[in-house]
């Protein structure tokens, strides 16, 4: 069975100060790959996602992230974070066959401060 | 504009009560899902449904009910039965984007317990 694992539930920066939020997957076929935003009581917003091609893939707000096949990883970076950009992120995998439902990790909060 | 509306935005449920929960959208999607989100345990998969008049029970579908008479409307009922209502619930729907589904998410229905 596929899993998303987001090791850090929390993860504290100041503000201007770079960022990686990690993420990795386990499955035994090829995946999809995806970054949710979430800010409070509002729904899901689709930041960026792998489906093929280049590894680096550049999302919203200034976000990116990187797929790495031989690691099952998919950490999301930006270089240098806002006020606004505290939230909870979500990494969510998707497998290449059958139905596509999307497995979600765990969450990891995102606490920018001044 | 185009998007997924869910209502209400809060919703309070008494003892033994049947409540339901709306979810439309007007992006012409085909597939819609039901998520329930609880503090910790990222979104956990409800129902879904690929096209009209037919859907699937997901994780975690006992105690919920759906109906899809219409590809824009994706209504989920909580029962009695379910006896941990109290959570965030979100609707997505998504559209195939290089043979992937995108999902794409409300802006979710706050449920509480009387």
């Known amino acids: 069975a596929q899993s998303v694992t987001q090791l850090d539930s929390q993860v504290p920066v100041f503000e201007e100060a770079p960022v990686e939020l990690r993420c990795n997957y386990s499955s035994s076929v090829s995946v999809y790959l995806f970054w949710y935003v979430q800010y409070p009581n509002q729904g899901l917003q689709l930041l960026l996602k792998?489906?093929?091609?280049?590894?680096l893939v550049k999302g919203i707000n200034g976000f990116e992230a990187e797929f790495n096949k031989s690691q099952t990883s998919f950490h999301l970076r930006k270089p240098s974070v806002h006020i606004s950009d505290t939230a909870e992120y979500f990494c969510a995998v998707i497998l290449n066959t059958g139905f596509q439902k999307l497995v979600f990790g765990t969450g990891t909060r995102l606490l920018v401060s001044p | 504009d185009g998007g997924i509306t869910q209502s209400p935005k809060y919703l309070f449920r008494k003892e033994g009560q049947n409540v339901t929960l709306s979810c439309e959208q007007n992006l012409n999607h085909d597939a819609m899902y039901w998520y329930r989100q609880d503090p910790g345990q990222g979104l956990r998969l409800i129902y879904y449904?690929?096209?009209?008049?037919?859907?699937q029970k997901g994780d975690i579908a006992e105690g919920y009910s759906v109906s899809r008479e219409k590809k824009e409307s994706f209504p989920l009922t909580v029962t009695s039965a379910q006896k941990n209502p109290t959570a965030f619930y979100l609707c997505?729907?998504?559209?195939?984007?290089?043979?992937?589904?995108?999902?794409?998410f409300g802006a979710g229905t706050r449920l509480s317990v009387l």
């Open positions: 449904s690929q096209i009209v008049n037919d859907f």
């Open positions: 792998y489906l093929s091609g280049s590894t």
């Open positions: 997505a729907s998504s559209i195939e984007n290089s043979g992937r589904n995108i999902q794409y």
